[in-house]
């Protein structure tokens, strides 16, 4: 069987390395080998696969021996395009690109369907992770309750370079990127946007309605500060981005993206470096955690050819959700505890939030509430000088 790959960057070169590296292990999974006939992308290219490479996807488009293309261009430009033509002419499409997945998924689902193919994207989120398949097929018997976790490999490294070993937040990116870690603009990466797309496939898997990015709040990790770090740490908390998608009890949905305060007892505190995992609560399982390499060239390669593997032999299930928005809410419903640092006292404190819990007093004061919902803590913060504000992730179940 014929391959194609379009965009031969970090993830594009992997999946032409695993498929080649593992090809004896592909076949005999399969019964047939699986070749990359042809490479798209821009530039030129020395070494072992220079040969393949062609500037023009109407190559690929055009030609009938090949029967599936794995997108790793990234954008939703060129690669919605391509993915939109590749789908029309009858070929698979496998890819990596959470953005054009959480924004243009259903399109993209519908017009796959029409053409009696298939658009898989486990590699859109965690990475070399399995969690995308498992939640829909392993875990298809569950009402999923929730889905939270360390959606993005850069951030993660970022703030363990910081943390453990003193690098500085400008050095911990560069490093990132120097790994192949970072998407091509790393402001994704550090605002939260990377995690958000991502939260957003699993919401739509989790409860079959799309949740657009745009209704979602996603903040990053550029406020936090080794301050909070060192408070939070001496309180028992490590501090990690995470995304959370949760089922309301009045069958809505919720989804957002934040820096939290996670317990030291909670497996999600452990998760360092380029590492990202995810707790799936079902009604029938309670917790299940998937954890791994969440960036990076040939773990979200891995993830790439084993979709293709599986569109080629016809095995497995189109993961997919149905168009429609309905029924999200905004995340401040959620209630939970509430971290502050703020300019003021605690008697400052304890006046907009009555029952606190101190973790630092002096010129600054930092804190914790009680549980409350995100309107209760705009509305306390109203009356005081806030530095940061953190939600705390609740214990595992
Ligand atoms: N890197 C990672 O760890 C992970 C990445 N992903 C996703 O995978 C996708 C690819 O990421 P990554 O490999 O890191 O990105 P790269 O930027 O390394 O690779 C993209 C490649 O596509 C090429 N390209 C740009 N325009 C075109 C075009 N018109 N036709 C053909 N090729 C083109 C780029 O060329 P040029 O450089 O000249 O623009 C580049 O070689 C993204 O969606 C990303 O979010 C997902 C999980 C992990
Ligand atoms: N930039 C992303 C790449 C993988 O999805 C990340 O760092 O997680």
């Given at each position: 069987?014929?391959i194609?790959?379009?965009?031969?960057g970090v993830?594009?070169?992997?999946v032409a390395?695993?498929?080649?590296?593992?090809?004896?292990?592909?076949?005999?999974?399969?019964?047939?080998?699986v070749?990359v006939?042809?490479?798209v992308?821009?530039?030129?290219?020395?070494?072992?696969?220079a040969?393949?490479?062609?500037?023009?996807?109407?190559?690929?488009?055009?030609?009938?021996?090949?029967?599936?293309?794995?997108?790793?261009?990234?954008?939703?430009?060129?690669?919605?395009?391509?993915?939109?033509?590749?789908?029309?002419?009858?070929k698979?499409?496998?890819?990596?690109?959470?953005?054009?997945?959480?924004?243009?998924?259903?399109?993209?689902?519908a017009?796959?369907?029409?053409?009696g193919v298939?658009?898989?994207?486990?590699?859109?989120?965690?990475?070399?992770?399995?969690?995308?398949?498992p939640?829909?097929?392993?875990?298809?018997?569950?009402?999923?309750?929730?889905?939270?976790?360390?959606?993005?490999?850069?951030?993660?490294?970022?703030?363990?370079?910081?943390?453990?070993?003193?690098?500085?937040?400008?050095?911990?990116?560069?490093?990132?990127?120097?790994k192949?870690?970072?998407?091509?603009?790393?402001?994704?990466?550090?605002?939260?946007?990377?995690?958000?797309?991502?939260?957003?496939?699993?919401?739509?898997?989790?409860?079959?309605?799309?949740?657009?990015?745009?209704?979602?709040?996603?903040?990053?990790?550029?406020?936090?500060?080794?301050?909070?770090?060192?408070?939070?740490?001496?309180?028992?908390?490590?501090?990690k981005?995470?995304g959370?998608?949760?089922?309301?009890?009045?069958?809505?949905?919720?989804?957002?993206?934040?820096?939290?305060?996670?317990?030291?007892?909670?497996?999600?505190?452990?998760?360092?470096?380029?590492?990202?995992?995810?707790?799936?609560?079902?009604?029938?399982?309670?917790?299940?955690?998937?954890?791994?390499?969440?960036?990076?060239?040939?773990?979200?390669?891995?993830?790439?050819?084993?979709?293709?593997?599986?569109?080629?032999?016809?095995?497995?299930?189109?993961?997919t959700?149905?168009?429609?928005t309905?029924?999200?809410?905004?995340?401040?419903?959620?209630?939970?505890?509430?971290?502050f640092?703020?300019?003021?006292?605690?008697?400052?404190?304890?006046?907009?939030?009555?029952?606190?819990s101190?973790?630092?007093?002096?010129?600054?004061?930092?804190?914790?509430?009680e549980?409350?919902?995100?309107?209760?803590?705009?509305?306390?913060?109203?009356?005081?000088?806030?530095?940061?504000?953190?939600?705390?992730?609740?214990?595992s179940?």
């Open positions: 069987m014929n194609a790959i379009m965009g031969f993830v594009g070169t992997g390395k695993v498929t080649e590296v593992n090809a004896k292990e592909i076949e005999k999974r399969l019964g047939f080998p070749y006939k042809t490479i992308d821009v530039r030129t290219f020395e070494g072992q696969f040969d393949r490479v062609v500037a023009d996807f109407a190559i690929v488009e055009n030609d009938p021996e090949i029967s599936l293309v794995v997108e790793t261009i990234g954008g939703v430009g060129v690669a919605y395009a391509f993915t939109k033509r590749a789908l029309a002419a009858g698979h499409v496998v890819t990596a690109n959470k953005q054009l997945v959480a924004e243009h998924g259903s399109e993209l689902l017009l796959a369907k029409e053409n298939q658009y898989l994207f486990e590699a859109s989120v965690g990475g070399g992770i399995p969690i995308l398949h939640l829909v097929q392993c875990m298809g018997a569950n009402q999923i309750e929730e889905v939270c976790g360390i959606l993005n490999g850069t951030t993660n490294y970022i703030l363990t370079s910081m943390v453990s070993d003193g690098v500085s937040f400008e050095d911990a990116l560069a490093a990132a990127k120097a192949g870690y970072a998407e091509a603009d790393p402001t994704a990466d550090v605002e939260g946007i990377d995690a958000g797309r991502k939260i957003c496939i699993l919401s739509n898997l989790s409860y079959g309605y799309q949740t657009r990015p745009e209704v979602v709040p996603m903040e990053g990790i550029t406020k936090i500060t080794l301050d909070d770090v060192r408070i939070a740490h001496d309180a028992g908390y490590a501090i981005l995470v959370r998608t949760v089922r309301l009890e009045d069958g809505d949905r919720t989804a957002y993206v934040a820096p939290h305060l996670v317990p030291h007892s909670h497996p999600l505190a452990h998760v360092e470096d380029v590492n990202n995992a995810v707790v799936v609560r079902g009604n029938a399982t309670g917790d299940v955690m998937f954890y791994g390499k969440g960036a990076g060239e040939m773990p979200t390669a891995s993830a790439c050819v084993s979709d293709a593997m599986e569109a080629l032999a016809g095995y497995g299930t189109q993961p959700w149905s168009e429609e309905g029924g999200f809410q905004d995340p401040k419903v959620l209630k939970t505890q509430y971290y640092r703020i300019d003021g006292s605690l008697s400052d404190a304890a006046q907009a939030f009555h029952q606190v101190v973790l630092q007093e002096g010129a600054q004061t930092a804190f914790l509430t549980e409350i919902s995100g309107y209760e803590a705009e509305e306390g913060a109203k009356a005081l000088n806030v530095l940061a504000q953190m939600r705390v992730l609740g214990a179940k």
